[in-house]
């Protein structure tokens, strides 16, 4: 069983910055691929970014590269999302995700554990 906590959401003005953190259990998270989705109000659930085991391949929607970094330290169990140049757009509850087999899929039922979710609100 893996547990997923993210953090670090909040309000920030178009433009800024964010650093979102997802605390993972377990003893095996350096095996498993990580992801970030968001899902915003009156829209269906984004793959976001997606970062295999070792951290060597990465994989990020067309709206947000450029602007979010996906990273991982495995020695923390953590997975990062570094959010920059905010945009309203980017307004939505965030989720990590754990796929066990340890590769990226951007398809949100292919994970296997989720987050509760952190909420990142952009303001105009």
């Known amino acids: 069983q893996v547990q997923l906590v993210e953090s670090g959401g909040g309000l920030v003005q178009a433009g800024g910055s964010l650093r979102l953190s997802c605390a993972a259990s377990?003893?095996?998270?350096?095996?498993?691929?990580m992801a970030w989705f968001r899902h915003a109000p009156g829209k269906e659930r984004e793959f976001v970014a997606g970062?295999?085991?070792?951290?060597?391949?990465?994989y990020y929607s067309e709206s947000v590269k450029g602007r979010f970094t996906i990273s991982r330290d495995n020695a923390k169990n953590t997975v990062y999302l570094q959010i920059n140049s905010l945009k309203p757009e980017d307004t939505a509850i965030y989720y990590c995700a754990a796929e066990l087999d340890g590769s990226v899929r951007t398809i949100g039922r292919a994970y296997d554990y989720w987050g509760q979710g952190t909420q990142v609100t952009v303001s105009s």
């Open positions: 377990g003893r095996t998270f350096r095996c498993h691929g």
């Open positions: 970062i295999n085991r070792s951290g060597g391949l990465t």
